[in-house]
């Protein structure tokens, strides 16, 4: 058993259970605290690269953000400033550097930098990066301490597990994962039928709900001080996704099901659906927006007008990464923006 791979477990599990959901697939694969991707393989930079690792901008302006929005709590004198799925730490740096500068000693004492962070990997590689900050750490949102807190959460969303259906005729049926006549792990349909998925379109034949969107909101809702929590991530503003299930390794996508633990796992987000249920709980939303028009509103122009000035000898590569990011035609446009936070607080920056 110590020498088994996650790939062996999954088929172990599935030999004597059955078939196990997508959903079950992706927390495996993602999540297992042993032998899951995020635990064990962190791969920004090879696998994958996020906005933070393409501009220094991106970070520097959630930083900007993060002091506008501490200051519309009211500017506490201790809040809890967060990130969800910190990385190797490069978006919180970027972003502290410019939000002490901006919210001087008053904003700079009160921030108590929490990262929400279960990888003992990653963990070694943020206290490093961010040893000036001095951060603590929790493996959850849930146990974040109480208090006012700003939260930024960067290419998060779409790691969430995510449940799909398929229209088999006129039948809908939940997609899992079996094996097939050589034992290796194969796509299939459940044989029981599934009630239809929400908002699935009659033409639709494949919806894809992802069922961590509960926790989470949950987990913000259940917050007795005020807080605003940023989520930047790529998928359609109010359209349910089909098949989107996608993974990568060493920068090349690869069938989802060859590497698990091994391979980054993504899916689009259901930025419609995550606002209905935040509304519907009790939180205020603000978005979906996409990611270009957001970070031009926070000021993205005169960020990247100051770098190249102070840096003329690398100005083409300062702008042609910034552009990435705002650019519709790149990351400007599938990435979006939205804000969800506690009630009775003015509008977000960005939006």
């Given at each position: 058993m110590a020498d088994m791979t996650l790939k062996d477990r999954i088929i172990r599990l599935i030999e004597t259970d059955g078939?196990?959901?997508v959903s079950t697939y992706m927390q495996l694969a993602l999540h297992d605290t042993a032998q899951g991707y995020y635990a064990t393989r962190p791969g920004l930079g090879t696998d994958f690269i996020t906005a933070p690792e393409?501009?220094?901008?991106?970070?520097?302006?959630?930083?900007?953000?993060?002091?506008?929005?501490?200051?519309?709590l009211g500017e506490p004198g201790t809040f809890q400033l967060v990130e969800i799925g910190p990385g190797r730490g490069t978006l919180m740096a970027d972003a502290l550097r410019l939000a002490y500068v901006a919210g001087g000693r008053k904003f700079a004492d009160a921030a108590q930098l929490r990262l929400v962070e279960p990888s003992p990997e990653l963990r070694k590689v943020q206290t490093e990066r961010l040893k000036d900050y001095e951060p603590a750490f929790s493996d959850t949102l849930s146990e974040v301490p109480a208090g006012p807190m700003v939260l930024l959460a960067n290419e998060y969303l779409d790691c969430l597990p995510a449940r799909q259906f398929?229209?088999?005729?006129?039948?809908?049926?939940?997609?899992?994962?079996?094996?097939?006549?050589d034992g290796n792990l194969a796509f299939g349909l459940a044989a029981d039928e599934a009630r239809a998925p929400e908002?699935?379109?009659?033409?639709?034949?494949?919806?894809?709900?992802?069922?961590?969107?509960?926790l989470l909101i949950a987990d913000l809702v259940t917050r007795a001080d005020p807080f605003r929590a940023l989520f930047l991530d790529y998928g359609p503003a109010d359209a349910t996704p089909g098949d989107s299930l996608r993974a990568f390794k060493l920068g090349e996508q690869v069938s989802p099901l060859a590497f698990p633990g091994d391979a980054d796992l993504t899916v689009d987000v259901d930025f419609g659906r995550l606002k209905r249920l935040a509304t519907k709980i009790g939180l205020d939303v603000t978005g979906p927006t996409p990611q270009g028009m957001f970070l031009m509103g926070l000021g993205a122009q005169a960020r990247l007008n100051q770098l190249v000035e102070a840096n003329p000898d690398h100005a083409e590569a300062i702008y042609n990464n910034a552009q990435r990011l705002i650019d519709p035609k790149d990351m400007g446009s599938r990435f979006k923006a939205i804000c969800l936070s506690s009630k009775a607080l003015p509008h977000p920056a960005g939006f």
């Amino acid at each position: 058993m110590a020498d088994m791979t996650l790939k062996d477990r999954i088929i172990r599990l599935i030999e004597t259970d059955g078939p196990i959901p997508v959903s079950t697939y992706m927390q495996l694969a993602l999540h297992d605290t042993a032998q899951g991707y995020y635990a064990t393989r962190p791969g920004l930079g090879t696998d994958f690269i996020t906005a933070p690792e393409v501009s220094q901008i991106f970070g520097e302006l959630l930083g900007l953000w993060a002091v506008h929005e501490w200051k519309a709590l009211g500017e506490p004198g201790t809040f809890q400033l967060v990130e969800i799925g910190p990385g190797r730490g490069t978006l919180m740096a970027d972003a502290l550097r410019l939000a002490y500068v901006a919210g001087g000693r008053k904003f700079a004492d009160a921030a108590q930098l929490r990262l929400v962070e279960p990888s003992p990997e990653l963990r070694k590689v943020q206290t490093e990066r961010l040893k000036d900050y001095e951060p603590a750490f929790s493996d959850t949102l849930s146990e974040v301490p109480a208090g006012p807190m700003v939260l930024l959460a960067n290419e998060y969303l779409d790691c969430l597990p995510a449940r799909q259906f398929r229209k088999d005729g006129g039948t809908w049926r939940e997609c899992v994962i079996g094996l097939d006549d050589d034992g290796n792990l194969a796509f299939g349909l459940a044989a029981d039928e599934a009630r239809a998925p929400e908002r699935s379109a009659d033409t639709a034949q494949c919806v894809e709900v992802q069922t961590g969107f509960d926790l989470l909101i949950a987990d913000l809702v259940t917050r007795a001080d005020p807080f605003r929590a940023l989520f930047l991530d790529y998928g359609p503003a109010d359209a349910t996704p089909g098949d989107s299930l996608r993974a990568f390794k060493l920068g090349e996508q690869v069938s989802p099901l060859a590497f698990p633990g091994d391979a980054d796992l993504t899916v689009d987000v259901d930025f419609g659906r995550l606002k209905r249920l935040a509304t519907k709980i009790g939180l205020d939303v603000t978005g979906p927006t996409p990611q270009g028009m957001f970070l031009m509103g926070l000021g993205a122009q005169a960020r990247l007008n100051q770098l190249v000035e102070a840096n003329p000898d690398h100005a083409e590569a300062i702008y042609n990464n910034a552009q990435r990011l705002i650019d519709p035609k790149d990351m400007g446009s599938r990435f979006k923006a939205i804000c969800l936070s506690s009630k009775a607080l003015p509008h977000p920056a960005g939006f």
